[in-house]
């Protein structure tokens, strides 16, 4: 039989990808396509990711499925890696065909997940955030900081962003790297002194801290009427970002109910605190913002069904763009049965070395 050979689009070729296409573009795309499978959630085979946990950090499994692909991610989080030269989230993933489980395509996810955290949080913020919103807190200046600000930015009319790190450089660094998106879009960013400078007088609050610490970045003391909380950082068992009390005071909406009753903010709070999954306000069985001064929050953990959108979106402008590879991850066999068989055409001599 004829070799199969899997799509594959590496790490320098993804980041060309984006460099092509624009990362507003690319965040449009997948904002649209999470938005999509999210309308049909109850096609997909979901649950909770499956989570390795060590004192420096934790590597998680993220499966689903519908009736035609199966998608997964592979996904560390280990907030110390700096130290090492090495980024706090790495990512890889694949998409297989469900009929014969042949991986069709398999691409790195380090860039591909940061843009699909901001694209999922512009999806949600579309329904939760009032529409006047032009003001956004930052708090979190690390490597997802750029993608949620050009996404806020330039695809929800966010014209002034307010930024926080305990590490300056990080703000920085983000500074110098979206000065010119920020230009084209006519808005401004300023380097807050604190966690509480950046929130006064923000329409919306994103956290993206890294810490695994049951932290407080935003307290109840801190919230205005009308404000939407757009929680990312939060997302793994003992690692939180709001107080328990600005959950109380807040509409509360997660992705997949039972992964975030262990992994967000939501894990602060008692079994029966009432939250809405976000796919019914999609398919409209439940209601996004109701009024102006209400406080919405998106506890954001992160869902595999978000990571089956990114990796389709990226195959496809990967096809466009004529950026992906073929590797050979399956044998070609002329005896599907005879996989030892292989072997013999493989094999070359080997000469040892006496000594």
């Given amino acids: 039989m004829s070799a199969v050979h899997t799509e594959f689009l590496s790490a320098s070729n993804a980041a060309q990808l984006v460099a092509r296409t624009g990362v507003v573009e690319c965040l449009r795309l997948m904002a649209d396509a999470i938005e999509a499978d999210f309308a049909r959630w109850q096609d997909f085979d979901k649950s909770a990711r499956v989570g390795a946990h060590s004192e420096h950090g934790v590597i998680e499994l993220m499966p689903v499925a519908d009736a035609t692909d199966y998608a997964f991610k592979y996904v560390n989080g280990h907030p110390s890696n700096a130290r090492h030269g090495l980024p706090t989230v790495m990512a890889f993933g694949a998409l297989a065909d469900v009929a014969t489980g042949v991986p069709r395509f398999?691409?790195?996810?380090?860039?591909?997940?940061?843009?699909?955290?901001?694209?999922?949080?512009?999806?949600?913020?579309?329904?939760?955030?009032?529409?006047?919103?032009?003001?956004?807190?930052?708090?979190?200046?690390?490597?997802?900081?750029?993608?949620?600000?050009?996404?806020?930015?330039?695809?929800?009319?966010?014209?002034?962003?307010?930024?926080?790190?305990?590490?300056?450089?990080?703000?920085?660094?983000?500074?110098?790297?979206?000065?010119?998106?920020?230009?084209?879009?006519?808005?401004?960013?300023?380097?807050?002194?604190?966690?509480?400078?950046?929130?006064?007088?923000?329409?919306?609050?994103?956290?993206?801290?890294?810490?695994?610490?049951?932290?407080?970045?935003?307290?109840?003391?801190m919230l205005a009427p009308g404000m939407h909380l757009n929680a990312v950082g939060g997302d793994c068992p003992g690692k939180t970002e709001l107080a328990a009390a600005v959950l109380t005071n807040a509409s509360v909406f997660v992705e997949y109910e039972p992964q975030t009753r262990v992994e967000g903010d939501l894990q602060q709070m008692p079994a029966d605190f009432a939250v809405t999954e976000f796919w019914r306000v999609i398919q409209g069985l439940a209601p996004g913002r109701r009024a102006d001064d209400e406080i919405t929050v998106f506890d954001s953990v992160g869902f595999a069904l978000e990571d089956y959108s990114a990796l389709r979106t990226m195959r496809e402008l990967g096809k466009q763009a004529g950026l992906l590879e073929s590797i050979e991850l399956i044998p070609a066999l002329k005896d599907p049965k005879d996989l030892f068989g292989s072997l013999r055409l493989s094999a070359r001599p080997v000469h040892l070395r006496r000594a």
């Fill in 106 to 221: 398999v691409s790195e996810l380090t860039l591909t997940t940061a843009l699909r955290t901001a694209a999922t949080s512009l999806m949600a913020a579309r329904r939760l955030a009032r529409s006047d919103s032009r003001s956004m807190a930052l708090i979190g200046n690390g490597s997802q900081s750029e993608f949620q600000a050009l996404a806020f930015v330039g695809l929800l009319g966010v014209r002034e962003l307010r930024l926080f790190d305990v590490d300056t450089a990080a703000s920085a660094k983000l500074l110098r790297n979206i000065g010119p998106a920020l230009g084209e879009y006519g808005a401004s960013a300023q380097i807050c002194d604190s966690a509480e400078d950046a929130v006064r007088g923000a329409d919306i609050v994103t956290t993206l801290t890294a810490s695994k610490a049951r932290a407080t970045i935003v307290g109840a003391q």
